[in-house]
């Protein structure tokens, strides 16, 4: 066999394209899109090399048009799980040993299949799923996949390089070896990037995968599946089961083999999957790896230096782009009484310029949220600050699920720092500003620490510099992603690697090489080169 200690294609990150009117690219994604409307998609349980379709098939609309049709995905049971880990345990014999840079290649091919014949189905699938516009598509289903895809092959030759030094008659040596058993990503509907890169990730550092999506992200994830096989992903390293969450814990939270989760989603659900691995801990072979990144209460605080300009702009992107539904999404904001009524105009001009309505449409920046759970949900917050003495809307306030369920961009101002909408996760386009005295920014900052549980971002918006720097000290554990003068969304790979402490999650921040590290099990080998022939130290000797 012959070998070579190999480079890797350099970190760069994926060109964003903007699909202006005359463009290929906007001329292909709308073909694409109009293809995808065309057909009606029949999505199977991917399981070793099997396609698996069930009796139990669940309807997909786009929620921007509930009465469409795309297709409908096959719902699986505890015995697809159980036939799942068997096929992935079974996978695991070959795929563990198989040389890196065999792994590496297949998910660079994967990368490249996206950047290129895929690039528009991907992104239709992810703008009629999850009704995003053509931008946030671009930028997730297609660069951020690519990115975590390409630049995770360098991480993990990054780890590989990571060796021990060796001292005299000594060679010392760092094995990265798979987890023992198989690990279980659970991927939430918002970002198409996640739910590649959350089974991607362990996979490529030789690890067999479950792969759980949301039901709602179903549509792009099998054009996911799709791009992974064609790159020449071994049957059964990845396998991706349609089953409901608790249906699927229940098998994999009681295997002797689980050996860890890649989780996103909610606080509450990843606090009762925490409880069910730690009430089964003594039947695993091993202690199983828990990574996960779940809710935000993302803070914008505003010093009475900041431009109030560049402000409102943050805090519309922020607050409304993919309606408000990122973990990220600027939800609450704590605004200056110098700069407020300013600030605020300028938000109601944008406001008034933006439209609603489908993906197909690409001049309408704001499209539908996710189902009509989330519809609900969102709505009774809106209603309520309605109702309030504590709150008023100052913009926004209506909604309409009778075609798609459709949410207007609402700015709630509130009275009281623990106003509700300042407290709780929403996941919908509503923002909660709070107007303090401008001169007490030092006094906001411990409310800001305090309102919420979670620690996901948060921005400062300042041009004194003091102001930046005090703001920064003091919020330190209040975000693990923090922005100076910017938007508190919008992350790239290899750049701002994404995660948060606190409520929302265990901060091993996905796009770096600490998450790959996560899916991995060192074995350090000393080699003495010429072994001692007596027990004696030389300090037994006499004097």
Known sequence: MSHGIFNVPALRNEPVRNYAPGSAERADLKMAIKKARSVVTEIPQY?????????????????????????????????????????????????????????????????????????????????????????????????????????????????????????????????????????????PFNFTAIAGNLPAAPAMMGNVVIWKPAFTQVYAAHVIMNVFRQAGLPAGVINMILADGPIAGDVIFKHPDFAGIHFTGSTRVFQTIWKRIGE?????????????????????????????????????????????????????????????????????????????????????????????????????????????ADAQIIAGGASDKSTGYFVQPTIIEAFKTDYITLCEEIFGPVLTVYVYDADKFEEIIPVIDKTSPYALTGAVFAQDRYAIQYATEKLVNAAGNFYINDKPTGAVVGQQPFGGARASGTNDKAGSVLNLLRWVSPRVIKETLVSPQNYRYPFLNDD
């Open 280 to 388: 089964n801990i003594g039947s695993y072979k091993t202690f199983p790896r828990i990574v996960g990144e779940t809710g935000g209460k993302d803070f914008v605080l505003a010093h009475q230096s900041a431009d109030p300009k560049a402000l409102a702009t943050g805090l519309v992107r922020g607050a409304f782009e993919y309606q408000g539904q990122k973990c990220s999404a600027a939800s609450r904001a704590y605004i200056p009484s110098n700069l407020w009524e300013q600030v605020k105009e300028y938000m109601l001009e944008d406001l008034a310029e933006i439209r609603m309505g489908g993906v197909e449409d690409f001049t309408n920046f704001v499209n539908a949220v996710i189902d009509e759970k989330a519809f609900d949900k969102i709505t009774a917050y809106i209603d309520a600050a309605g109702k309030s």
């Open 47 to 187: 399981i070793g090399g099997e396609e698996i379709y069930s009796q139990n098939r669940q309807k997909i609309s786009p929620p921007h048009d509930h009465s469409h049709v795309l297709g409908y995905f096959h719902e699986g049971d505890k015995t697809h799980v159980q036939r799942a880990i068997e096929v992935a345990l079974d996978a695991a014999k070959s795929w563990s040993v198989m040389k890196w840079e065999q792994r590496a290649a297949i998910f660079l091919k994967a990368a490249d299949l996206i950047a290129g014949p895929f690039r528009a189905e991907i992104n239709a699938a992810t703008m009629l799923g999850q009704s995003k516009n053509a931008y946030q598509a671009e930028i997730d289903s297609a660069c951020e996949l690519i990115d975590f895809l390409r630049m995770n092959v360098n991480f993990m030759h990054e780890i590989y390089g990571q060796q021990p030094v060796s001292s005299d008659g000594v060679w010392n040596r760092m094995e990265y070896r798979p987890l023992e058993g198989f690990i279980f990503a659970v991927t």
